[in-house]
């Protein structure tokens, strides 16, 4: 079977369907990495977005685009990071039963924060492949509605409301960069900005520590990759071996990918701590870590998506002990 692809028309149509829960973020202009570059770039802050990263788009378009019998059934995800407290956060809101699957191994830490939202919480099995399966089992047991983190068309559309956006409030935009992992949201930015103009750059930010989507795309099928702790842990997990969008999109969409290592996550993460006074995850400061660490060609008129601020404040805490107290500029 065909499935039908996500067109522009579907990016609008998710920007009106989510405007009263999603926030339109700030584009900042950063004066210190345009000074250090010779460009002019901007920051979209998507940090400051409802539940503090750009999940909030993808999960509200879709979970909006359920009919009444579905809403009532309720819904499941299988996502631990910013797409399952997305997920929570609007099924609460419209009043939609909704079950996060998780396995053992999943940090109490996290738990806690997922347990605050008011979803039901399931634990089973001891990787994220048995959650996600738990997911299925629910959606054929129960009549649940699996709302996928990135391999979804509503999904997609939803995050490439960022693309919109960013065209409102800087047409002169050449360079896109954003973190990549599932892809779902360089699918949606592919959508909405390379419609409007092919001939701009988008550039996907990956984890040296498990590049799922970069060694699928070396290898010319989903693959599954091995995977390390990293500061970019939004950015870990597989593409799924069954695919069905975002790994043709980003093949299609997606200029450069650059990896990045765990120095380099860190100084994004301090640079921007310094420089503009936000603590942001490791996943979001990928596109500042990519320019300070010169991995990748930018056009003169660039943004980049600062996509989340899911970090434990200790991790932060311990990067600043490591830096002696050298400013991020002094160390690169
Ligand atoms: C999910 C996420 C990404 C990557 O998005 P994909 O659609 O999975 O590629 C980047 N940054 C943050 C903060 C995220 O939560």
Redesign the pocket.
């Known amino acids: 079977m065909k499935r039908k692809a996500v067109n522009l028309q579907d990016v609008w149509k998710a920007r009106s369907r989510i405007a009263p829960i999603v926030q339109h973020t700030p584009l900042m202009f950063s004066e210190e990495l345009s000074q250090l570059t010779g460009k002019s770039v901007y920051l979209k802050l998507?940090n400051l977005n409802t539940t503090n990263?750009?999940?909030i788009r993808?999960a509200a378009n879709k979970i909006l685009s359920l009919t009444d019998e579905e809403r009532n059934k309720g819904i499941t995800t299988f996502s631990t990071?910013?797409?399952g407290l997305s997920v929570a956060y609007v099924a609460k809101k419209l009043g939609i039963k909704a079950v996060i699957c998780i396995s053992q191994r999943v940090p109490d830490a996290k738990v806690e924060v997922l347990k605050r939202t008011g979803a039901e919480i399931e634990v089973i099995g001891d990787s994220q492949d048995d959650a996600e399966q738990h997911s299925y089992d629910l959606e054929r047991e129960q009549g649940l509605t699996v709302i996928h983190?990135?391999d979804d068309p509503h999904v997609i559309a939803g995050?490439g409301t960022i693309g919109l956006e960013i065209l409102e409030d800087f047409p002169e935009v050449d360079t896109v960069l954003?973190?990549?992992?599932?892809?779902?949201?360089?699918?949606g930015l592919g959508v909405a900005l390379k419609n409007t103009n092919p001939s701009l750059r988008l550039i996907g930010l990956s984890t040296a520590n498990g590049a799922a989507?970069y060694e699928s795309i070396q290898a010319g099928k989903p693959i599954v990759v091995e995977e390390q702790n990293t500061l970019a842990d939004?950015?870990l997990?597989g593409i799924g071996l069954q695919n069905h969008y975002?790994f043709q999109m980003v093949r299609q969409y997606v200029d450069d990918i650059a990896l990045l290592n765990e120095k380099e996550f860190a100084d994004g993460m301090l640079f921007m701590l310094e420089k503009h006074r936000m603590v942001i995850?490791g996943?979001?400061a990928?596109g500042i870590s990519a320019i300070l660490n010169n991995k990748v060609n930018t056009g003169s008129n660039v943004v980049i998506v600062v996509?989340?601020c899911?970090v434990d404040i200790s991790v932060v805490l311990k990067m600043l002990d490591n830096t002696n107290g050298l400013s991020t500029i002094d160390r690169i």
């Open positions: 998507e990263s750009f999940k993808g990071g910013n797409f983190p990135f995050q954003a973190g990549l992992s599932g892809g779902g949201l360089h699918s989507m939004s950015l997990g975002t995850e996943a979001a990928s996509s989340g899911s």
